[in-house]
């Protein structure tokens, strides 16, 4: 009963570092988001992902980057870290199919920038 | 410009108290509106409300959206500690496959 995985769990960068963080659903998922929480803020969308193969930019996507080469795995990409990017990061994933389905996050990855 | 309004933003009560919680909108092509719990970690989902004035219901919680007004309230009745979290709404966008989400009422209950 995995649903969405994240890791790392936490991480510290140094500025003008990159990293990649993993995500990954066993639910056979169409869709997978890419979120990140800032403190006393809401959910923002980084990108998002409709199904393999296709990704799109959501509200927030400068200084990310996304792939989709499989149904199961979203990794989200930092290039240049900087502290802007010290957020926590949720990974969600939904059925799709043309018609609304809630999402199921992860645990989140916490990212620090110094 | 997309927006999704909670309010209030912080709130404690204590317990078997009841709460309202709000949420108002302005999503172009609307096409839901959902709830999350969010404890410590991932937010968990509640409801989703696709039609005005159908009331969804789950044991104590409960929530009923307004398309005319751009609004959705979520009511808790006999609040416990285990009530206690961050209680999120989000919007989908029809045209854009995006859910826009709202900063979140923090609720603490008190014992």
């Known amino acids: 009963n995995a649903g969405v995985t994240q890791t790392p769990k936490f991480r510290i960068l140094k500025i003008g570092q990159s990293m990649t963080l993993q995500c990954t659903q066993d639910?056979?998922?169409?869709?997978m988001y890419w979120y990140r929480q800032d403190p006393g803020m809401g959910l923002k969308l980084i990108y998002y992902s409709v199904g393999a193969g296709i990704t799109d930019k959501g509200e927030v996507p400068n200084g990310y980057n996304v792939s989709r080469s499989t149904t199961e795995d979203f990794p989200l990409r930092l290039e240049l870290a900087a502290p802007s990017q010290t957020s926590v990061y949720f990974c969600a994933s939904s059925k799709g199919q043309g018609r609304t389905q809630p999402q199921h996050f992860g645990d989140g990855t916490r990212l620090s920038i110094l | 410009e997309d927006k999704v309004v909670q309010s209030p933003l912080s709130l404690v009560v204590h317990e078997g108290d009841t709460v309202t919680l709000n949420c108002s909108y302005e999503?172009?092509?609307?096409?839901?509106l959902l709830w999350y719990k969010q404890e410590k970690k991932a937010p968990t989902f509640l409801f989703m409300l696709t039609s005005s004035g159908i009331e969804k219901k789950s044991g104590r919680l409960s929530s009923i959206l307004d398309k005319k007004e751009l609004f959705s309230i979520l009511n808790i009745t006999a609040t416990q500690t285990g009530d206690s979290a961050v209680y999120l709404c989000?919007?989908?966008?029809?045209?854009?496959?995006?859910?826009?989400f709202g900063t979140g009422t923090s609720l603490t209950v008190i014992p």
């Open positions: 999503v172009t092509n609307f096409r839901s």
């Open positions: 639910m056979n998922h169409n869709y």
């Open positions: 989000a919007v989908e966008d029809l045209a854009g496959n995006q859910f826009y």
